[in-house]
């Protein structure tokens, strides 16, 4: 499994491209074949996922999700609507779509347009990095109270 980490601050071009960091890269497995699944991310950003691990994710909706359950289809309709694929060019970069960037804030026509890579276990995540900040900000609760919510829901569910 691929588990990418940190984050990056990367320009883009006019063209939508940007440079996967080396640190992110060397996560990518050899069955990805250096393609990424490239879709809508949760929040206003760009989500890459290598191919074996949409594989993975796409086992799962097809376990998982009923598609004559109205909202599940609103779901996937809308996830699989955003999908491309993107495999690596020579230069290590990968191919944003243009409707996605734009979705994320992320204007490609300014000159030296930086973009913010975040490692989010699984996938990538490109952001306006103001756009990023906004999120981190949005939230009330320090970054201790969230890890104390969400690592007791994890504990409590290992306890069941």
Known sequence: MAFFKGQETYSIDNKGRVSIPAKMRKYISALAENTFTITKGFGKCVAAYPKDEWEKIEAKYTRELDLNDPVSLYY??????????????????????????????????????????????????????????????????????????????KVNNDNC
């Open 76 to 153: 996937i309709r809308v996830m699989l609507a955003n999908c491309e694929e993107a495999t690596l060019d020579s230069q290590q970069r990968i191919n944003l779509p243009s409707n996605l960037l734009k979705e994320a804030n992320i204007n490609i026509e300014t000159t030296g347009c930086k973009i913010l890579i975040l490692g989010v276990m699984d996938h990538i995540e490109f952001w306006n990095p103001d756009e990023f900040n906004s999120y981190q900000n949005s939230f009330t609760e320090t970054f201790e109270e969230i890890a104390a919510k969400v690592m007791s829901k």
